[in-house]
């Protein structure tokens, strides 16, 4: 455990390592974790000895690969300052030693693997459990307080927030994938929402950590971008507006919270039934808008309610069909403001009643009581699958005994 705490802190000192650089802290952290990684290396080694390096290649394969990251860190940290202490920062010979290490550094990035090694051989079934599904609604809550937040607060830490709730969806993505194998991209039940996962997380790595990434390496290389360049140039800056307007998918969080709480994933499913049994609906409120755009264009448009001569405000609302329609629609939702060239004859007053009879009264309450009778059976099938699935859980942890 400590290792692997050693090891998060130590990703986390390479990624921000700009706002490390700040602090003035980048070679004393760096001494600190390689010599933690000296350390832990030379205990491991005490402890197994030779079958540390020799036995079977899925585990040795990790002590030689942790061998390679303490002797590049070594020579690259420790060889690197005695080298330019013997020779001096501006001889030849510290030059030459500079060139032939300094892919050395790469191996730096090695050090996440030992991140993976960790979540690959630990036990994931703990992130299926109710305490973790409470923990990841009360993140993704606060997130979507902070999403605000940063909208409305100017402060510099916000993008550190966001690299940690970025850190736990994707730590939660592995545990899953983990779990669940093939069986996370074809479960049928969850289809959607581990697509969606996905897509958050892919979506939010780039936005996050794809120019750090590249700023990173650049420092590993020893080259650094100079004070006031800018990676954002050419194709780098149509590449960082499409990130940007990434960002906006980090709303699909909150459909993320409508899965974990139980009683909004029960109405989501209620609405999504009923806009299945609401397609028959707007298909009878379009035939109905389309007799009635005829109907008033007829009358309005075409001056038949006025003996031929249509005043400004008919033509300018009833003219043509598609005006009609439009103009049916916004009667049907309150705006009546469209028939105000109408309702000043007793004939224009019984037509506008009609229509808001039809449209407000009649289709607007069959819309309800389907929607309304859609949800309420969808809501009560879900709630009885919760208790079977509650009842054969309860089985399997009695051992099948009743």
Not at 188 to 212: K, R, S, T
Not at 289 to 312: D, H, N, Q
Not at 336 to 344: C, D, M, Q
Request: hydrophobic fraction near 50%.
């Amino acid at each position: 455990t400590i290792s692997n705490i050693a090891v998060g802190l130590n990703l986390a000192c390479m990624i921000f390592s700009a706002d490390v650089a700040r602090l003035h802290l980048t070679d004393v952290l760096d001494n600190v974790f390689l010599t933690w990684y000296v350390f832990e290396l030379l205990s491991k080694a005490v402890y197994h000895q030779r079958n540390l390096f020799c036995g079977k290649i899925s585990v040795v394969s990790w002590n030689w690969l942790d061998l390679a990251i303490v002797l590049g860190g070594v020579l690259d940290q420790w060889v690197m300052t005695i080298v330019l202490l013997v020779y001096g920062s501006g001889s030849v010979g510290a030059g030459d030693s500079l060139d032939a290490i300094k892919f050395l550094r790469f191996l730096r990035v090695l050090r996440v693997l030992k991140f993976v090694r960790a979540l690959l051989l630990g036990d994931a079934k703990w992130t299926e459990s109710p305490p973790w599904e409470i923990f990841m609604s009360a993140v993704i809550s606060v997130n979507a307080v902070v999403m605000s937040l940063e909208l409305d607060v100017e402060w510099t830490g916000w993008v550190l927030v966001e690299n940690a709730f970025m850190l736990i969806y994707t730590f939660e993505l592995i545990m899953k994938l983990k779990v669940q194998g093939r069986k996370f991209f074809c479960n049928i039940d969850f289809l959607i929402w581990n697509y969606l996962d996905v897509v958050l997380v892919i979506g939010g790595a780039l936005d996050l950590w794809l120019f750090p990434g590249i700023r990173l390496f650049q420092g590993l290389l020893g080259q650094p971008p100079e004070k006031g360049q800018s990676l954002e140039t050419g194709m780098m800056s149509r590449v960082m507006s499409l990130l940007r307007l990434m960002r906006i998918m980090r709303v699909l969080r909150l459909v993320r919270l409508l899965k974990t709480i139980k009683p909004l994933y029960r109405l989501l499913l209620g609405v999504i039934e009923s806009l299945k049994a609401m397609q028959w609906v707007m298909v009878l409120t379009m035939l109905m808008l389309y007799a009635g755009a005829i109907f008033w264009t007829s009358l309005v448009g075409k001056g038949l309610l006025y003996g031929g001569v249509p005043p400004p405000d008919g033509i300018k609302h009833f003219g043509t069909v598609p005006t009609s329609l439009f103009s049916l629609f916004r009667i049907m939702n309150g705006d009546t403001s469209v028939v105000r060239s109408v309702t000043h004859t007793v004939f224009g007053q019984l037509l506008f009643a009609g229509f808001m009879v039809l449209s407000n009264w009649a289709i607007l309450a069959i819309l309800t009581s389907v929607v309304s009778d859609n949800m309420i059976t969808a809501s009560t099938q879900a709630a009885e699958e919760d208790r079977q699935k509650l009842k054969t859980d309860e089985y399997d942890r009695r051992g099948g005994v009743v």
